[in-house]
């Protein structure tokens, strides 16, 4: 709960509009399906990437409904082969455990090291749904207070088509 109150506080003292819906703890996609939760909000769908020597991290934000193309995203972001990141890393970067990966976790980067890549079909949505640094709860937030979330925090901003 400590790492949504901070997430809730933090949208808050930016003057963000969001709501919240809280569910059962979620790992993937599917189960929010059937917990109805894509029928009320368009979850976006989040890996933390790393490069192949390791010293850059990637967030990569898109539709649910998509595959990310690791190769492409190399080629459009102009990275060296990708790869997931380890517990540790996610941990380390972003201050996240598997199954709550998120956006939001982006106000825990202090140092602002991962850079943020959005799918361009994202640009504009009214209605995105993300964890709040914890999977039991999704909240719904504009594309637009999303990106200013990680703009204001500092972080590097990437656009590809997924």
Known sequence: MEAQQKVYEKLTAMGIKYEVIN??????????????????V????????????GKKHYLIILR????????????QIGSTKLSFASEERLEKYL???KG???????????????????????????????????????VMLSYEDLKRVVSENGNEITFVNI
């Open 64 to 75: 649910n409904d998509k595959r990310a193309d690791l190769s492409n995203i190399a080629a």
């Open 100 to 138: 709550a990966v998120s956006p939001l976790g982006i106000i825990n980067d202090a140092a602002h090291e991962v850079e943020v890549v959005f799918d361009k079909d994202l640009v504009g949505k009214a209605n995105l749904g993300v964890h709040p640094n914890d999977n039991t709860a999704t």
């Open 23 to 40: 569910h059962p703890a979620v790992y993937t996609i599917e189960e929010m399906e059937n917990l109805g939760i894509t029928d009320k």
């Open 42 to 53: 368009e979850v976006c769908k989040n890996l933390f990437i790393r490069d192949a020597k």
């Open 95 to 97: 201050g996240l455990k």
